[in-house]
């Protein structure tokens, strides 16, 4: 598409897109009474107007049946998962039996890396994308020490080129293929929390299950952000959060993936709990743990109803929008339009003052732009807080802006543009 750079052009946009209204679904955080522009719902995603309503239900059934409400009432919490497996499963590409709501990201991560990091012999080495996001990093070091492994020597990183900021798929199909011998686990992100990089996902699973290893993913800045199909991709598993691209509140309720080829598999290590045994005989609490089949027995702990509710409302929405599909559309042109309009902004100061270090392919990023300052980021950054524009600093020096497309408008991208270059030129 030719862009234009003028407001009545981004308005037009505005007009022509079907999920503008998706946006009233949506309360707005504000600065001197004004809404912000919010570019950071790749951080924490805002709060539907329907999530009171549908926590409020809860909390009535709460009131109302107390412990009957495990079994009555509406939608009794002992199958309540099942509501959001259903809403879950198209937002990544699986059979809502692959998919279950649990504990928090983190947590799952390690859950999913005693079932499927299990190290034999020579071959003991995780490979990953470096520069993962802490928490992943740190989840990864102490599993391999858990084993009785040093992560200098059982995690192996891929790194960018001299020079660049992202991954060449090559380049980490040839790091997989050369540590074949190695090799226990493959484990990556699917869009890189800094650079916004979403990696070819078929391509490295399909690396890794040549070689015979395990591949899984952190889907944490992917789900509810760019197509998935961890079904037909024949990912092992996959993990990710809900209160980014999703919405359902800080701290918000993990998901999980499990291919099903894995759900009769009695090799797999578990970390077991009461809620993943099989449903019917649950409450015959008897000994020896017999798993639910699917991902549903990976649970743990009994449901957390009162995250779920949260992440049913914004699942909801998700519904409304067509799923992914319609979201992806509009994501595409909305975040090709941020590029578009950061480039203008350096032609108008002559100069690569804005450093965009995402890829500009569409099928290498989502919805998310990281742009490096050339001179005074941190100041440039907390004047577009101030006035009003909200993405996010991540340290050294990158300033994140995702313009998400259930709630930000080709209106707010133009906008921000506009301000990137007052700011600039008023720094001068
Ligand atoms: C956001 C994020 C996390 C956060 O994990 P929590 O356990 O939810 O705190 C972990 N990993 C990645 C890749 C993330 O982007």
Redesign the pocket.
Known sequence: MNFENNLAFAQALDQQDILREMRNEFLFPQQNEKPFIYLCGN?LGLQPKVTREVLEVQLNNWQNLAVEGWFDGDSPWMFYHKELKKLMAPIVGAKPSEVCPMN????N?HLLMVSFYQPKGKKYKIIMEAG??P??QYAIESQVRFHGFNPSDAIIEVKPKEGEYTLRTEDIIGAIEENADELALVLF?GVN?FTGQWFDMPAITKAGHKIGVVVGF?L??AAGNVPLALHDWDIDFACW?S??YQNAGP?GI?GIFVHEKHFTNTSLNRFAGWWGYKEEQRFKMEKGFIPELGADGWQVSCTQVMPMALYHASLQLFEKSGFINALRTKSKTLTSYLFYVINEVNMKLGEEQFKIITPLTEEDRGAQVSIIAKADGKKIFDQLVANNVLGDWREPNVIRLSPVPMYNSFEDVFKTGELLLTISQNLK
Do not use: E, I, N, Q
């Open positions: 951080s928090t990201l983190t947590v991560l993962a996001f928490s992943d992100g929390y952190d944490a800045h959060c209160y980014k701290g993990s």
